[in-house]
């Protein structure tokens, strides 16, 4: 466990996360290389579902990346996003994943220095937290 290199999966919304992530890249702003980015249309869109296929193919960690508060391209995507991310936590909690497994941010499209900040701080959480327990069940 001591060389764990976590997978975190980050679904971006179109126009403010997932620039902000290029601008991260364009600016050669460092952020760890295990973070698989998921552009979508808009936070809003990101299902339940989604979040946990994406833990049962095997990530450690996942967050949500939408626009500001109040400054959704689709009005209050990012504001159904957050609601549904706190009714996900729970669900996790109930089948014994940890709730810190799931995050919700924002920003905005020239925030690079952000999505490099939350992808850093999300694989050092995770990578703390050690790796998923569906990973342990399904190697059991």
């Not at 600016?27 to 290389?33: D, I, T």
């Not at 400054?71 to 996003?81: P, Q, T, V």
């Not at 729970?90 to 952000?114: D, F, N, P, Q, V």
């Amino acid at each position: 466990m001591e060389n764990f290199e976590p997978v975190i999966v980050a679904f971006c919304c179109h126009y403010c996360a997932y620039t902000a992530a290029d601008m991260a890249g364009s600016q050669r702003l460092p952020y760890p290389a295990n973070v698989k980015i998921i552009r979508v249309p808009c936070s809003g869109k990101v299902d339940a579902l989604h979040i946990v296929k994406a833990f049962e193919k095997g990530a450690d960690g996942v967050y949500v990346a939408g626009c500001l508060e109040g400054d959704c391209h689709f009005k209050n995507g990012n504001e159904r996003a957050a609601r549904r991310i706190d009714f996900v936590k729970k669900y996790l909690e109930e089948i014994g994943i940890e709730s810190e497994r799931l995050e919700m941010t924002t920003m905005s499209a020239g925030m690079g220095h952000r999505f490099a900040e939350v992808a850093t701080q999300m694989t050092e959480k995770i990578r703390a937290l050690g790796p998923s327990p569906v990973k342990a069940a399904q190697a059991a």
